[in-house]
T-cell receptor
Framework: ELKVEQNPLFLSMQEGKNYTIYCNYSTTSDRLYWYRQDPGKSLESLFVLLSNGAVKQEGRLMASLDTKARLSTLHITAAVHDLSATYFCAVDNPSGTYKYIFGTGTRLKVLA | DAGITQSPRHKVTETGTPVTLRCHQTENHRYMYWYRQDPGHGLRLIHYSYGVKDTDKGEVSDGYSVSRSKTEDFLLTLESATSSQTSVYFC????????????FGPGTRLTVT
């Protein structure tokens, strides 16, 4: 059974600080996705990582993928309040059925 | 924004009644998905469709059925609603020919009393 685990589940950090969210998954997959969700809203796609070693950056967020370690990281640089949200990672099922399995999410709160 | 709408956006219903949620897309994407979101569980896949009349179960499909009679519409039916089906339901679409990215609808908040 494919499982996706994120840690931490909750993260409270000061503005200006750096931090990393980790996403581990249990079986082989070459594709990993990061989403952002604001309270009461839908999910917004942040990054699609399609191969081992992929790195993508937008603003203060940078995501990377290590398929051999089955690990993706979402690094936050110099956090600002606007980054407060819940972040989800997901992988798609390696059997080719194109089912997406999500982690339970990391709730990030950036304190001024 | 991808053209995905869900209806209704909010619904309160009683235990034992049937409920149908609708997802409509204007993107002509092949794949459509229904998820439920509950605190502490992230998003869990209920059913998905890989083409008209082609559907398959997800990880939490018991008590739910789906239908897709045309590309743009994907219906989720709770045959006899229970309180455990109180949740927020999201529809998503993807077109694997061009991108693996999923696009999500605005969600439907369902309360079963």
């Amino acid at each position: 059974e494919l499982k996706v685990e994120q840690n931490p589940l909750f993260l409270s950090m000061q503005e200006g600080k750096n931090y990393t969210i980790y996403c581990n998954y249990s079986t082989t997959s070459d594709r990993l996705y990061w989403y952002r969700q604001d309270p009461g809203k839908s999910l917004e796609s942040l990054f699609v990582l399609l191969s081992n070693g992929a790195v993508k950056q937008e603003g203060r967020l940078m995501a990377s993928l290590d398929t051999k370690a089955r690990l993706s990281t979402l690094h936050i640089t110099a956090a600002v309040h606007d980054l407060s949200a819940t972040y989800f990672c997901a992988v798609d099922n390696p059997s080719g059925t194109y089912k997406y399995i999500f982690g339970t999410g990391t709730r990030l709160k950036v304190l001024a | 924004d991808a053209g995905i709408t869900q209806s209704p956006r909010h619904k309160v219903t009683e235990t034992g009644t049937p409920v149908t949620l609708r997802c409509h897309q204007t993107e002509n994407h092949r794949y459509m998905y229904w998820y439920r979101q509950d605190p502490g569980h992230g998003l869990r896949l209920i059913h998905y469709s890989y083409g008209v009349k082609d559907t398959d179960k997800g990880e939490v499909s018991d008590g739910y059925s789906v239908s897709r009679s045309k590309t743009e519409d994907f219906l989720l039916t709770l045959e006899s609603a229970t309180s455990s089906q109180t949740s927020v339901y999201f529809c998503a679409i993807s077109d694997l020919a061009t991108s693996y990215e999923q696009y999500f609808g605005p969600g439907t908040r369902l309360t079963v009393t």
